[in-house]
């Protein structure tokens, strides 16, 4: 990688290398288990030009898509998530019966069949072939397709300029940002509104989430990266909010620049203030990082040595993309970690990729009675929490990784 995908300059600059591993979602069958796994370099830079911090691009989402394992509604909270971001969005904007949204990565459909409940017409744009399907199954109208400038103009031409564009969790996705961002111009009426929602490269340095670094995820933002992100398709930024999703997101809403109209919000300028004070638009705020990373690595590889010394028994709980930087980085396979398991029952009977971890159904865990839970998606510690406060019964702990390695007791 030599140039900055966003503004082509040349001064990248090291923040963590996270060695070689497999893409995150290639889950291997039984009968792959004997066949060379190919890998990747993981190493995060900075372009200290516009302080975007990005990985070199070497898997296409081509490749990531064909069969996407990821169903979002198998998560309860993201779908009252999902619920919440219609509801006030509908209230925000004053959408209604006339009013047209387009979802794109709209995944199985988890967000807009709250749109298609409420009467409101709608389309998703949905790359993965398999969970397009289950979207248009669930009665959610979805059309297969990447978004680009043209796939943008031609959604346009055929059903009419969108008054709300939606893009979750995708902005990171795409290695093609600035062709990307032309496309959610593309979509969105003239007074309309973009809302995109994905992860805070803030709280990722803050809390320790290197694990939300894999080779899906092609770029982190913070809201100054991505001002200039949004601006590079002729959108502008005009409020943000701060979510505690994935560890801690950016629902950033944005114009066409000339529909926004004066200068972004306070909270624009708070959020502003908050990265620069963390050292974020210089570099030493990013190099610290790596030496927090090799703290993470060691505790949890300690704890796990030691369980295995005195001959306790981990287990997994979850088998999320970012368990997989995890597992790699930290170099844990069945010797420490004999299986996880997963309420996606298109991941049961498989491996995690490049450890080899096998995944099995949640029920496994309340017939093994272990002594430790390893919790992989640390995200939905609360829903977690909450969900697996039956391994008090036979005295069993939560173990979380990241921010840093905790030792959870559950409450009777
Ligand atoms: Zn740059």
Redesign the pocket.
Known sequence: MTR?R??G?AALESVVDLGATPPCESFLAADELDRPEPTYPLHLRV?T??W?AQIPPLITPEETFTQYAYFSSYSTSWVEHARTFVDDSVRRLGLGADSFVVEVASNDGYLLKHVVERGIRCLGVEPSVNVGAAAREAGVPTLTAFLGPESGAAVRAEHGPADLVVANNVYAHIPDVVGFTRGLRALVADDGWVSVEVQHLLTLIEQNQYDTIYHEHFQYYTVAAAIRALASGGLALVDVELLPTHGGSIRLWARPAEAAGGPPTARVADVLDREKAAGLQELSGYTRFSDRVAKVRRDLLGFLVTAAERGETVVGYGAPGKGNTLLNHCGIRPDLLPYTVDRNPYKHGRFTPGTRVPVLPPERIAADRPDYVLVLPWNLRAELVEQLSYVHEWGGRLVFPIPELSIVEVKR
Request: proline content about 0%; aromatic content about 0%; hydrophobic content about 25%.
């Open positions: 900055c966003l503004c300059s372009c030009d516009c975007l």
